[in-house]
């Protein structure tokens, strides 16, 4: 099966960046630890804006980000970085091409 991915677009309030990187470390930490089904994760800092910032993660299949999502954790690890935004948008992917 393709890999997958979960990828978030975070406005963050002015002030609280660093905050914001700590909690989103210590969310994809869990991550890590837990969901055997994450294959990478990153998150990217504009380097024009430095409060917009892209999370990006690929999952080995769909049920793996599914189950990622569904873990009660998961809640409570999310939330705590979005009360740190202004905005946020979420999407999912799959690979149509890579070179």
């Known amino acids: 099966m393709a890999a ?3 990828s978030g677009n975070w406005t963050v ?3 609280a960046e660093d905050e914001f990187v700590s909690r989103w470390t210590d969310f994809l930490g869990w ?3 837990t969901q055997p089904g994450l294959v990478s ?4 800092r504009d380097e024009q804006d430095p409060r917009h910032f892209v999370s990006f993660a690929e ?5 793996a980000r599914d189950g990622w999502r569904q ?3 998961f809640s409570a690890k999310f939330a705590a970085c979005r009360e ?3 905005e946020f948008y979420g999407s999912d ?3 149509t091409a890579a070179a």
């Open 4 to 6: 997958v991915y979960a």
């Open 13 to 15: 309030r002015e002030g």
């Open 31 to 33: 991550t890590r630890e």
């Open 41 to 44: 994760a990153r998150l990217l």
């Open 59 to 63: 999952w080995q299949d769909p049920g």
């Open 71 to 73: 873990r009660p954790e």
């Open 84 to 86: 740190l935004c202004d």
């Open 93 to 95: 992917y799959e690979r």
